[in-house]
């Protein structure tokens, strides 16, 4: 109890720790990290992104750092769009997806937190907020994982996007008329596609609960 | 309706039971045959003696000689190795047996029966020694499954695995020396002037897991991935342990005495033993996709450059007492992505088969010959040591397992369960390999009552175990392997996840395994693949490997099938392009003498491509349209749609939909 008396800000984060499942030491170094990026402001903004080094050579990292400051990810129902700045409440709520789910659930919690993550990586995908991912959407993610391969890429990525959603309609509609048109990946759709893939035990990083001083800046 | 599915039921029964019979008088004339060579053998010197008498009389010219000593040594290895195959064939002919009981029992009973023949005509049966085991026998099952590792569940699980092949294999050594040595001193006797020395090296021994065993069981079962490595990963690493055991305790079996300065050096030996067996891999791995860089013009021989290669490494590291096991995986993990670039796809192919079809006759062997080695050896039975051994062996690993897995899960992500670890600790079998270290102890006075627990242990692990973990994997309800292949969209997020969770790591600003590994990537893209893959497949990316994996798999199985068969999928391209509207209106009308035309050109094209892949001679292979496909891609693409179509038009035309329509906008694309 006396190591909790040292940590500022102890009421809300008491609120920060129910919302979100994270331990205090957790939010703590979360809270530091947040006020290193954030040059000890109270809120980030997308340029605060930058200055991490290890994001810069990373493909998709404008997607990245698009899902910190979209809307769908904080939880709040029925919220679309985005924002231009984010408070450490919103910044813990989007880490808390890549927490890894306690070996103590049942079956139905863990279909919670499964959908959770789907939903997540959906969101990603589904620039437009329209909750369909459509071919064009697919395609560039698909260009953005190749987008360091030069021309070769760009040629075949359209190739592999439009394979992957002949896939997804394929296993989703099962048939159809040929002048049928096939939308867009639902939630649904992606649900059952990535049904053997074991998101909740993939989608997962370790949280630190001690405090590591060689933090990358 | 019903009379003839009686017949036919009736009919493939009679079928088998033929089968069985065919079967059954093969391997009797086998035996016969064997036994006769067996026997004629010793009457052939006889009749050298007899020619001195013979001088005077004039022979008539020899019509018919019989010489079995020049033949005799390939004559009975390719005997024994026809005898293992024909065992698996009918097991596999008799469905019920083989669901209950698995292969390697069956086996090793087989083993046992030829051994207890072999003995009643007198004849001395060949023994498992070791030369033969460890470098002909047991290497192409580890290269095996080392070139096929599954390398991404591998080293996510690399920390846990190496915790229960280090820590868990030193636990059980000690503990049952100890508890042995314990038992030993109380029962007095016989067992009385066993020392501690001698229990430890004993511990060392039955105290690894096999992975020949665990290879056997555990592809019957079909056990999900996370476990399948877990304990498969545990029997490979844990080699370097049981080395450096075993070569310590026999010397200080030879020497006496312990000190504090012999205890230092192994802990510094078992450093060199695995980490050396590694680096020995891993140069011989590297060598080995370096040369098949510029084997492009002689496609022939590749597969015998992987072989050659990982056989070198494996004695390279034995010359020095390193780990062979773990030079032979390392070898295989190091070469693969490599030298899979640069083959050819029948080289691949043929790597593929032969490294099964090795590994195959090399298990099938062990398992017979440990039943005839059973048998034949000679034993020394005394209860309690036998009974204490395998006790103790079941006792120690599930209390090895336990604790570990208690320290583990706080390190792990994905903790492991309760239904986990019981899988982890039932599935430690003993097999071959602790055998034939028995086998190689050198004449110790304890060595008969040794080899007898020994073999009494693994006859236990290998037939209750064995036998009863596919039940209990039913029971438990443990997830099994899921058995489809990786789709391109489960590969597509694999990457994407690859990439955030980096992404996600580096905000959150410590360096995590997803770090590391984005790391070793990089210098792996920038300066690895620049040296050991040929041409410009050096830069493609691993996205579009797989896909041109999966493309021509596709184009293959379209090509075999026929353009009359059903083609998987019933969605194509139209119903997902988005649709333009003055499409309609610009394309022209074909005649229908042009539509015949393009029509023929099409079939003719298919016939060409299926003659094509018929025929090759030893010394060349010619062209090939799936071979150097990283040349033809857009080519075999473009075919592939052109069989697609080929088979719409004749569906279509039938329908009087505007065939000419499409035929047009796909001969024609109109958009790329």
Partial sequence: MGALNSLPDEPQYVGLAEKTGFSFEQIGILHKRFKQLSNNGETLRREDFNTIPDLLCNPIRS???????????????????????????????????????????????????????????????????????????????????????????????????DAAMLEVASISMGHMEPDEFYEGITFEHFNKLLKEFEVESRMNIRFMNMDTTTLCK | MHAVSFQCAGERACCRGHQLMGILRSVCVLLIVFVAAASASHDAPQDGTHDPTNV??????????????????????????????????????????????????????????????????????????????????????????????PVRPFTENVGTIL?????????????????????????????????????????????????????????????????????????????????????????????????????????????????GGLLVGAIYGVLGAFTSRFTSHTRVIEPLF???????????????????????????????????????????????YFLKMWSSVSETLIFIFLGVSTVAGPHAWNWTFVVVTVVLCLV???????????????????????????????????????????FLLPDHPMKTLFLTAIITVVFFTVFVQGMTIRPLVELLAVKKKKETRRSINEEIHTQFLDHLLTGIEGVCGH????????????????????????????????????????????????????????????????????????????????????????????????????????SYSRHDLFADPFEDMNENLSEMRFRKQRVEMERRVRLRVNEGRSAEERLFCRVFPISA
């Fill in chain 2, 56 to 149: 005077t009389h004039k022979k008539g010219f020899p019509v018919l000689l019989f010489n079995y000593d020049h033949v005799r040594t390939p004559f009975e290895i390719s005997l024994w190795i026809l005898l293992a195959l024909l065992m698996k064939l009918g097991f596999h002919v008799i469905p019920r047996v083989s669901q209950v009981v698995p292969e390697s029992c069956l086996l090793i009973v087989v083993g046992l029966l030829v051994g207890g023949f072999i003995k009643a005509i007198g004849e001395k049966a060949p023994a498992l020694d070791d030369t033969l085991f460890f470098l002909y026998l047991l290497p192409p099952i580890i290269l095996d499954a080392g070139y096929f590792l």
């Fill in chain 2, 306 to 352: 992987v072989f050659l290669y990982s056989y070198m490494a494996y004695l390279s590291a034995e010359v020095f007492h390193l780990s062979g096991i773990m030079s032979l995986i390392a070898c295989g993990v190091t070469m693969r992505p490599y030298v899979e670039a640069n083959v050819s796809h029948k080289s691949y192919t043929t790597i593929k």
């Fill in chain 2, 511 to 614: 360096y995590g395994h997803h770090h590391w590994k984005d790391k070793l990537n990089r210098f792996n893209k920038t300066y690895v693949k620049r040296w050991l893959i040929a041409g410009e497949r050096s830069m493609e990316p691993q996205l579009i490997s797989f896909y041109n994996k999966m493309e021509m798999r596709q184009a293959m199985m379209m090509v075999e099938s026929g353009s009359s068969a059903k083609l998987p999928g019933l969605i194509s391209m139209q119903n997902i392009q988005p649709k333009v509207e003055s499409r309609g209106r610009t394309i022209p009308k074909i005649s229908k003498g042009r539509e015949e035309e393009i029509r023929r050109i099409l079939r003719s094209n298919l016939q060409q491509t299926k003659q094509r892949l018929r």
């Fill in chain 1, 63 to 161: 997607e990245i750092i698009e899902a910190f400051f979209d809307r769908r990810n904080f939880r709040q129902t029925d919220a679309v769009g985005t924002v231009h700045e984010i408070g450490f409440g919103e910044f813990l709520l989007v880490m808390s997806h890549f927490r890894p789910p306690s070996i103590r659930l049942d079956d139905e919690q863990k279909e919670v937190i499964r959908t959770e993550k789907l939903r997540f990586l959906f969101n990603m995908h589904d620039t437009d907020n329209d909750g369909t991912i459509t071919l064009e959407e697919y395609r560039h993610v698909v260009e953005e994982l190749l987008s360091r391969s030069g021309a070769l890429g760009k040629e075949t990525a359209k190739g592999i996007a």
């Fill in chain 2, 396 to 438: 120690s690993r599930v209390m090895g397992v336990i604790g570990l897995t208690y320290v583990i899960n706080k390190f792990r992500i994905v903790k492991l369960t309760k239904k986990d670890q019981f899988i982890v600790a039932y599935g430690g079998l003993r097999g071959a390999i602790a055998y034939s270290l028995g």
């Fill in chain 2, 163 to 275: 915790v229960f092949a280090v820590v868990g294999t030193l636990w059980n050594a000690f503990f049952m020396g100890g508890v042995m040595y314990g038992v030993c001193q109380l029962e007095g006797g016989q067992l009385a002037s066993v020392d501690l020395l001698s229990c430890l090296l004993f511990g060392s021994i039955v105290s690894a897991v096999d992975p020949v065993a665990v290879l056997a069981v555990f592809e019957e079962i079909h056990i999900n991935e996370l476990l399948h490595i877990l304990v498969f990963g545990e029997s490979l690493l844990n080699d370097a342990v049981t080395v450096v055991l075993y070569h310590l305790f026999k010397e200080f079996s030879a020497v006496g005495t312990v000190t504090v300065l012999d205890g230092v050096l192994a802990v510094v030996c078992f450093f060199v033993v695995s980490l």
